[in-house]
């Protein structure tokens, strides 16, 4: 199932609280969950590469100066522009490098995302994770917030560990293999889980913020 309207996220929450009294708490806790979709298409991917290990509003900064420089911000666009142009931007060396193998697999075909848009997951992040840069963290993502797809889950997302870890009263932050272990209960709604512990991170930061 593909999340495309908050009603569709209230259905998800809804079957989350009778499938987990600790989805059920956060629910409580957190109030409305927004649905939080991307573009599926280049942007949307670009957004995430942008955005790893940065804030949203120093991501959004980046996202604003790439868009001026790069216009349209597409793989031609990207292929075109000079080093110095991106690096002005706010890009690192490796988002760089990763921003360019992105736009040369559009280019070659190797991304296709409207293939993508209804391939499996599988096939979803051999595709993305075959480009150099793209880890599986990026593949779950952009199924998780770009497809919305509604059981898809990024199990190596450190904010989603963090809540699980503060959510289920854990001693350790969980592993990646240990988050999937753990979400498998919330099946077939992990898309959902997602936002929702995204949700009581964020809450639990802007608490700890004013204490």
């Given at each position: 199932m ?33 649905l ?48 110095a142009t ?11 490098a ?79 293999a ?14 959902v ?19």
């Amino acid at each position: 199932m593909i999340l495309e309207t908050s009603r569709d996220i209230e259905a998800g929450i809804a079957a989350l609280t009778q499938l987990c009294p600790h989805m059920a708490r956060a629910a409580t806790a957190v109030g409305t969950v927004p649905l939080r979709r991307w573009s599926p298409g280049f942007d949307g991917l670009v957004r995430i590469i942008v955005g790893q290990q940065l804030s949203v509003a120093s991501a959004n900064a980046i996202l604003n100066r790439l868009s001026t420089a790069v216009d349209p911000l597409d793989a031609k666009g990207v292929l075109a522009a000079s080093d110095a142009t991106l690096r002005a931007a706010g890009l690192s060396a490796a988002k760089l490098a990763t921003l360019r193998a992105v736009s040369i697999a559009v280019r070659d075909g190797d991304i296709n995302f409207a293939g993508l848009d209804s391939a499996s997951p599988e096939a979803v992040h051999e595709a993305l994770t075959a480009v150099r840069g793209i880890g599986p963290w990026t593949a779950d993502i952009w199924l998780v917030l770009c497809r919305g797809d509604s059981d898809a889950f990024a199990s190596g997302d450190l904010a989603l560990q963090v809540a699980v870890q503060d959510l289920l009263g854990l001693e350790a932050r969980p592993s990646a293999a240990e988050m999937l272990t753990i979400a498998e209960r919330w099946r077939p709604w992990r898309g959902v889980a997602a936002r929702l512990l995204w949700a009581t991170y964020a809450t639990r930061k802007q608490e700890a913020k004013r204490n």
